[in-house]
């Protein structure tokens, strides 16, 4: 066994690459939600630490032309704040479900996706919005898709030395939702998860799926049906019968859950065939037509 | 390789940081320093310091701010950490146990199993029937077979992993039915005690009869404060031990007869206590502890993890009811019969007397002519059970209320009628023959809890809708329903035991000093004890010791709500043998009969309150000191039909549950819980006030959350992640509509115990409010969101 050789902490991106280069086992520790409960349990067990609490540019979002680029260091409760809840009000609502103030104020995207976990509370989200996982190492940078990056349960695909930067998220002109079930009101781990982006300005529709089959899925099927039946030139979701309960229903086809301690798959899916259909509902209802002004926030 | 090969010694992994440098020997008291009021106040902040008044904890401040020093962070110099090797497997042979890895690793000071114990293998509540180190099986998983001592917990942690253990592992037996007929898992058989009791005539008949099965799963306490301790050892032998416990003496008892000592040689400290509600009672970690720490001659500290702690104590008993109600027609209960099957896991524990109170009060706080009840408690491969707030009487409650629906139900009467025509009253038998006696105002907190005002109709705002911040409810699929639950319990020890209290009162001038082995375990023993004396000596510096084992003697258990009682009852009446003393001390030297005097404010003074001499002139230097043990009413055990008179006094108490349900998504929010105790007399309001709302709320938990999955003997959920308990968005308001105060006559100061009651009837409460949401049986809790949205799914579509 080695003894541990320390907690690198350096200020910038470029730092962080360069010890990771060096030795490309050090493990990356953002905010440590995730981290520590391993480390805690035995299940993790570091020789060396980079943290990226000091790089105060993966702590900000900005916008770059018409795209959002959020640092994989803003935490959740920084989504929730006004500017960037108002551009992304699914994802903020998303982190408003993850863990306590404590943990929101600690707990960053690039963590949850770093974790890969299927429950990971921002992750439907982030696919449903099309989002990007910029990638880098020292010599190299890439994006993937949210559904390239997650390849399995808590599985990704970094390369030895890759970090994840930022994420780059399409701004547009959406309607947003988000719902979790779990048995309880705040803190807990998704039993079921959904998230729902209608794009009006590109006609796409996007629906993301959580805790319901080995990593979030894309419910592609439903999304090209809802796709279908919008009437994009008004901007209207069709109040007809039977029509929320179609799109739960394709909703829950897509999804391959299972039983566990946290809920049963029959009751995953039938949960996600009911948020399906409220999803569709409230969007029907609310229709967003205003595109915010835009501001670089911290 | 080496494990510790390399040049450095220090661990691999992330060094914990320093705990508090707090000395053990200042910790006495639930770790504080100093307890006579150091924030200046006496925590009598704003009060008379009399009992009645809200005293405000000596810890507050520090616990709210997070300078309380808890059991996990004693430290003492030089120490090592200690660690528990468990077994994963609910059921198996040991072939073979191989420490020699472990022994070998630099930095690990000692390796012991079954053979390194000097004394008794098993230790146990009621019947040794636990081993300390498993020896040739294991009955659960999660049973201890070594323990080490290390440098470092992490290297603790490494060397508990380097044991080899060989299992040859055997099917387990998990189903509590299946233990009544399977072969034997321990030579003391597989039934820890079956209770057959019939009162009356068994055969009666009513006119109207309602059936019905029940089911409770696994609570679990989940206190905050995880299993900890330091034992420090002395050259001459013997050990202290700094622990969080509910009782001291008896851990004592049973961790010198393990260790082969005098129980003299061994002394219990309290140490800093992060919660109990029963989980403390049996011991954990206590002779592994003082075990390790005699064998490396060194400190010796441990903590558990969580998921340790998770299978390192007993959980409330997951019960199988079938229950049968016989009433006449105007609603009259006739007879009540039933069966009821505890799994008790393991080992005994306390399943003996949470099985009696379960049959004793099977039938609630009605007038019951006739019962027929079997209660068995029975041995399986699944965790222990043993204490929890309610003890018995939770399981039960749950049952008997959701028959008195049923009843309500085809009698077409309202629930609450029917409740307050069948309310026992003090005059009135129990299913156990017993005469209630004492007080016993159930038509009263029905009434009371029945009464509170409805609470607004739900907001549209999500967060306030059931799924919360998931915000997965829609507003036209919540439906709101109400429910009502009465439920009562014993106070204090039962069937013949005599769990007396001690204490010592010493009076030097105007300062008190009170010490009484109670364990402060956060139910506000200090507070009241404080209370007492100023009440009766008139002084307000006051400070409380609980002492060690060696320099006071037992004072009972803080469980069975009746450390108020006991322990209160024990510091009364040694201050009013003080305050005697003191009296005619100042009889003689004032040339005045002493039933002229009394105590006030540091002073002797005259029946009209004119000071004569001051407390301080009277017996500074000279103090006076009495010591009492405090006894209750003698109690029998049950006799062979379940008959006799067991127990010394009842509480009671009623909910009012308003919950809203999601009833497509299964989810719910417990809105309110409106409640009425009957509490004998106030002694503390906000103490009180804390004791229901906690209490109330485990009882929440239980209701919708709390549950400890075990699949084929294995708990599936030990983590603060996974076990689910309320957070302030699940917290109904709770509204206390009336405390009633009939005071006990055999209580000291007339008060009841309260620390139990709002766990019993809080959980009937909200499943009684979803059933009337849902229409839905629901005869099992914790109620699951599937529970309710396939039932409603099925029912809607029918």
């Known amino acids: 066994m080695a003894t541990m050789s320390g907690i690198a902490r350096p200020v910038s991106v470029e730092g962080v690459l360069d010890v990771l ?160 079930v779990g048995t309880r009101n705040a803190m807990v781990i998704s039993v079921a998860g959904l998230a729902l982006v209608v794009d009006w300005k590109s006609g796409r529709v996007g629906c993301g799926l959580g805790s319901v089959g080995p990593t979030p899925i894309r419910a592609s099927e439903a999304e090209a049906w809802l796709a279908g039946v919008i009437d994009w030139e008004n901007r209207r979701i069709p109040d007809r019968d039977g029509y929320g309960q179609e799109f739960g229903r394709l909703v829950a086809r897509a999804a391959s859950p299972i039983d566990d301690h946290r809920s049963s798959a029959a009751y995953r899916s039938y949960a996600l065939s009911v948020c399906g259909k409220r999803a569709y509902e409230r969007i029907r209802r609310q229709q967003r037509q205003v595109l915010p002004g835009i501001v670089n926030g911290e | 390789m080496s494990p510790m090969s390399s040049a450095s010694p220090v661990p691999p992994v992330l060094p914990m940081s320093p705990p508090m440098p707090v000395a053990p020997d200042t910790t006495r008291e639930g770790g504080r320093r100093e307890s006579s009021g150091s924030n200046g106040s006496n925590g009598m902040i704003g009060t008379s310091g009399l009992i009645g008044s809200s005293v405000i904890r000596p810890d507050a401040v520090d616990k709210a701010r997070g300078d309380f020093a808890f059991s996990s962070d004693l430290w003492a110099e030089g120490m090592l950490w200690g660690k528990v090797l468990r077994s994963p497997h609910p059921s198996a042979r040991i072939l073979s146990i191989d420490t020699a890895r472990a022994q070998q690793m630099p930095g690990v000071m000692a390796v012991l199993t079954w053979a390194d114990l000097p004394g008794d293998q098993v230790f146990g509540l009621d019947a040794k029937d636990q081993p300390v180190f498993a020896h040739d099986v294991v009955r659960y998983a999660g049973e201890p077979i070594a323990a080490v001592a290390a ?165 409330r008993h997951p019960a199988r009811m079938w229950y049968r109600h016989h009433a006449r027609r105007d609603g009259t209960l006739v007879k009540v019969e039933a069966r009821i099957v505890l799994d008790g896991g393991a080992y005994m524990s306390s399943s003996a007397a949470v099985i009696a109170n379960a049959t004793c ?215 009013k043998a003080v305050a005697d003393r003191v009296l005619s001390m100042a009889a003689d030297t004032l040339q005045v009969r002493p039933e002229t005097l009394r105590l006030s404010v540091g002073y002797v003074v005259s029946g009209d309150g004119i000071p004569l001499i001051s407390l301080n002139d009277l017996t500074r230097g000279k103090p006076v000191e009495e010591s009492v043990v405090f006894h209750h009413k003698p109690t029998d055990p049950l006799d062979s039909d379940g008959q006799g008179n067991a127990h010394v006094s009842f509480a009671f108490v009623a909910h009012k549950a308003v919950v809203d349900v999601d009833v497509e998504l299964g989810l719910v929010r417990v809105v309110q819980l409106s409640t009425a105790q009957d509490v004998g007399k106030v002694l503390n309001p906000l103490q009180l006030l804390g004791q229901i709302e906690g209490g109330t709320l485990q009882g929440v938990g239980l209701a919708v959350m ?37 005071p ?55």
Not at chain 2, 364 to 385: E, H, I, K, L, M
Not at chain 2, 762 to 790: E, H, K, M, W, Y
């Open chain 1, 21 to 180: 280069d060096e030795d490309p086992a050090t493990q990356v520790l953002a905010g440590g939600t995730d981290f520590m409960v391993e480390v805690n349990y035995g299940h993790r067990k570091p020789q060396s630490i980079v943290a990226l609490s000091r790089v105060a540019g993966m702590r900000t979002w900005q916008v770059v032309e018409d795209h959002l680029v959020i640092g994989a260091g803003v935490t959740y409760s920084q989504v929730m704040k006004e500017q960037l809840a108002d551009l992304l009000p699914g994802l903020a609502q998303a982190a408003r479900t993850v863990g306590s103030p404590q943990i929101r104020n600690a707990g960053t995207i690039g963590g949850n996706l770093g974790t890969a976990s299927p429950a990971g509370d921002s992750l439907p989200i982030l696919l449903a919005l099309d989002a990007l996982v910029n990638i880098r190492s020292k010599h190299s940078s890439r994006s993937l898709r949210v559904d390239e990056y997650v390849i399995g349960p808590k599985k990704h695909a970094l390369q030895p030395g890759e970090i994840i930067v930022s994420v780059r998220i399409p701004l547009s002109d959406t309607s947003q939702e988000f719902l979790k």
């Open chain 2, 151 to 315: 440098t470092h917990p992490e290297l603790a942690r490494q060397a508990v992993d380097a044991i080899v253990v060989d299992f040859e592992p055997a099917i387990p037996l998990v189903d509590p039915d299946e233990a009544l007929s399977a072969p034997a898992t321990h030579e003391a058989g597989n039934v820890f005690r079956h209770i057959t009791l019939r009162h009356g005539d068994i055969k009666a008949e009513g006119d109207v009869v309602v059936e019905g099965t029940y089911e409770v799963g696994m609570q679990d306490q989940a206190f905050m404060g995880p299993e900890s301790g330091l034992a420090i050892p002395s050259s001459d032998g013997s050990v202290d031990l700094y622990i969080s416990t509910q009782w001291l003496h008896v851990d004592r008892d049973q961790v010198a007869a393990c260790l082969g000592l005098p129980p003299e040689l061994v002394r219990l400290h309290l140490a800093g206590v992060g919660g109990a509600f029963g989980a403390r009672e049996d011991i954990t970690i206590q002779v592994q502890l003082c075990l390790l720490a005699l064998r490396t001659r060194r400190p010796v500290k441990m903590v558990f993890s969580r998921a340790e702690s998770f299978l390192g104590h007993v959980h």
């Open chain 2, 361 to 575: 009060f099977a039938a609630g706080p009605y007038r019951v002519p006739s019962a027929a009840v079997d209660g068995f408690a029975v041995r399986t491969n699944n965790p222990p059970c043993g204490a929890m707030r309610g003890f018995g009487a939770v399981q039960v409650c749950f049952a008997y209320e959701s028959q008195m629906d049923r009843l309500a139900d085809a009698l077409q009467m309202d629930p609450i009628e029917l409740r307050l025509k069948n309310a026992i009253c003090s005059t009135d038998r129990l299913i156990t023959g017993q005469v209630v006696g004492g007080t016993a105002p159930v038509a009263e907190v029905i009434r009371a809890a029945a009464e509170a005002p409805l609470p607004e109709p739900a907001s549209g705002d999500l967060l306030e809708l059931p799924g919360g911040a998931g915000r997965c409810a829609e507003y036209d699929k919540v439906v709101r329903g109400t429910g009502f639950a009465v439920g009562f319990k014993n106070l204090l020890y039962s069937e013949g035991f005599d769990d007396f209290s001690t204490a010592r009162c010493r009076l030097d001038g105007d300062m008190a000093t009170i010490t009484c082995a109670a364990a402060e375990v956060g139910q506000g023993f200090v507070t009241l004890a404080r209370q007492v004396v100023t009440e009766t000596l008139g002084v307000t510096k006051v400070r409380i010791s609980s002492g060690d084992t060696n320099e006071i003697g037992s004072a009972g258990s803080t469980s069975a709500s009746r450390q108020s009682w006991m322990s209160g009852g024990a510091v009364l009446e040694a201050c």
């Open chain 2, 706 to 742: 709390e549950e400890l999955l075990v699949a084929d003997g294995i708990v599936q959920n030990p983590s603060f992640t996974d076990y689910l308990i309320p957070t302030t968005l699940d917290a109904p308001d709770i509204v206390v509509t009336r405390l009633v105060e009939e």
């Open chain 2, 744 to 798: 006990d006559p055999l209580a000291p100061f007339g008060a009841k115990g309260a620390g139990e009651m709002p766990a019993i009837s809080s959980t009937p409460a909200v499943v009684s409010a979803i059933r009337n949401a849902t229409g839905l049986a629901l005869s099992r809790v914790p109620v699951r969101p599937q529970d309710i949205a396939f039932g409603y799914a099925k029912s809607d579509s029918a």
